[in-house]
């Protein structure tokens, strides 16, 4: 149907709705396979039918959306569809890595590739809209929600937003198969003080517009359908009601068209954050605010009709966001066919089976090594004995992470079922040695011991369940719990090899013995589906690790938040100067920093070329660096470019990303990585806020992680009256 047709059918309709419909359309109800927070009372069915819901989240399937649906077009007064909206975060029924190692892959085509995949499952399954993807750039590893985003960079946020938002909604050749994607949570929650989910965010303007808004904005530039603003306030002002970012940034200067729904019981949560006395109140705040939809707090449905007696809200304004969400339907083609794109078979890795193989692809592409003293992995697959040691090393279940809704454990493939599967030539013994985090049982422990005597090398599976991570998931100590400790100092000491693997969904802090103690340490996060094919991969050496991590892993919780972009401040670190920036018992920075990552081959780096050394303000400047693979087997580079602005109005930090490559480089061969760098780019927040551009001297960096003294650097002066 054309605009035209379509915005005549939406007005009749306005028209001929009552109060209760219209608030209806605006309401989303959690009916229910999963249920991530309060629930609303009376009978879901019985709501539906009265017209009073327009969405429904946490559904899905053949004979659930056809039902809801059936009710919807045939029993309502006037037989408006439902949408149905699920989070899909990393993968519907084949499940990708978590985003957190995911991001590690630095790699735009397969973040696009993996988000297509899930839509292509998740429409078949009946979801037109998806609450992802969730780009809350986060430094802190004590918030279990930093296992959602993609890492501590907020270039390498735009670069997944990008991508994910083109996955879900665009890249799908059958429009059927395309889905809307919700952009979360807007803005700064990774920054909840002390990493305890929920709390108060208080951030300055310039973080906002250096580090957490920029992958927002690079959603809405690439067409994003949805925007959710988080629980929390930001300093002292609640998002869901924050006129100043949702209306006047989002709306106004950014020009966002599409929906904003709230977080699940946000709106009534205004109440509990003390700006608003019922909700009445809170329902003006968040519609005033330009909040559309309202998930679960049932503050439109209760609060609007008083707000109106009340002369708080208009009927005009009622009315612009039940246009939104009718436009939106429209949009999905629920008005033509309600049952868009179901399919009678939930379809998952065992009907697509090339999910499956994508699935592992991603996973074996997102495994972080970062140690690997005397090479000792990849292991041989010539009849050695092997020993699959620890509480995640037989958990199937858990690689699939926290959001894996139609995630089926039975199809998850564990470390220990990869290993044997992937070396059946060789012995594959397993012993849990103690549970996740409990009491140790000194007999499991003593079979553990002897399991690791009697093989030639350990991989040491520790982590965490993936309960325990995500939302409402925080810890002051993300480490290895003490039963984990102890069976880690046990297996350490019978001297045999041991690979550490880490299967959790944050950094954790390790003590030194245990990475002292292993000869190599594997980050594996929670891989999804595959995640145990794709370890044996790795290890085996089918898979040479390409990748590299998104987040800095500290030594100590007390450096937290430590991450790469830090500034030179007024005393610059100088471990010889005791009036330096410094630590007294711990080093400043982290123990892996961003970028930091080990293949079976070595890289050398070139110079740095670049193709002019004066530019101007709309110029592109061309950078271009050799990469030699000197090593023995084939293997991919990634080459981060960085800039370095050393004097400006405002203080920059060390070191910011400005792009990043991947290179397959086959050995003894050397191919380029080159960049296209606009100098716009370059720019950063002004005094207003605004982008800035000096003239001067910008430091073009190059290397294969954010370590300085690895980088190659060439420099650039900025003449902005050049061109242009
Ligand atoms: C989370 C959101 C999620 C929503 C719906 C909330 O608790 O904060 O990220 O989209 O639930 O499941």
Known sequence: MDGGMAGDRIEALIAEMTLAEKLGQLSMLAASLVVTGPVLPGDPVDLMRKGRVGGILNTWGHDEIREAQRVAVEETRLKIPLYFAVDVLHGHRTIHPIPLAEACAFDRDLWLRTARESADEATRDGIQMTFAPMLDVCRDPRWGRISECAGEDAYVNCEYARAKVRGFQFDAKDPQRRMFGVAKHFVAYGAVTAGRDYAEVDVSRRALHEVYLPPFKAAVEEGVAGIMPSFTDVAGIAMTAHR??????????????????????????????????DMAEAATLALKAGIDIDMMSGAYEDGLPVALERGLVTMDEIDTAVRRVLHMKEAMGLFENPLRGLEKISPGPDTIPEHRVSARDAARRSLVLVKNEGDLLPVSKNGSNIAAIGPLADKPGEMMGPWCMAGEEKEAIGFLQGLREGFPDCTVQHARGCPTDDAIDPGELALAIETARESDVVFLCLGEDRQHCGEAASRTLP??????????????????????????????????????????????????????????DVVGGEWNPSARLCISWPYRVGQIPVHYGMRNTGRPHDPNNGFSTNFLDAPIGPRWVFGDGLSYTNFELGELRIDKTIAGASDIVHVEMAVTNAGGRAGEATIFLFAHDPVALVTRPMLELKDFAKLLIEPGETRTAAFALPVSRLAYPGFDMEPRLDDGRINILAGTSARRENLKSVSLEVQQRMTA
């Open 479 to 536: 480490r290895p719990p003490a039963c984990q400790m102890e069976l880690a100092r046990a297996i350490i000491a019978t001297g045999k090899p041991v690979v550490l693997v880490i299967a959790t969904s944050r950094p954790w802090i390790l003590p030194d013995w245990m990475v002292d103690g292993a000869r190599s340490v594997v980050i594996a996060m929670f891989g999804g589906t595959e995640a145990g094919r794709a370890f044996a």
């Open 244 to 277: 100043g970012l949702l209306r006047d940034l989002l709306r106004i200067k950014w020009g966002f068209k599409g929906i904003v729904i709230s977080d699940y019981n946000a709106i009534g949560e205004l109440i509990p954050h003390g700006v608003a006395h």
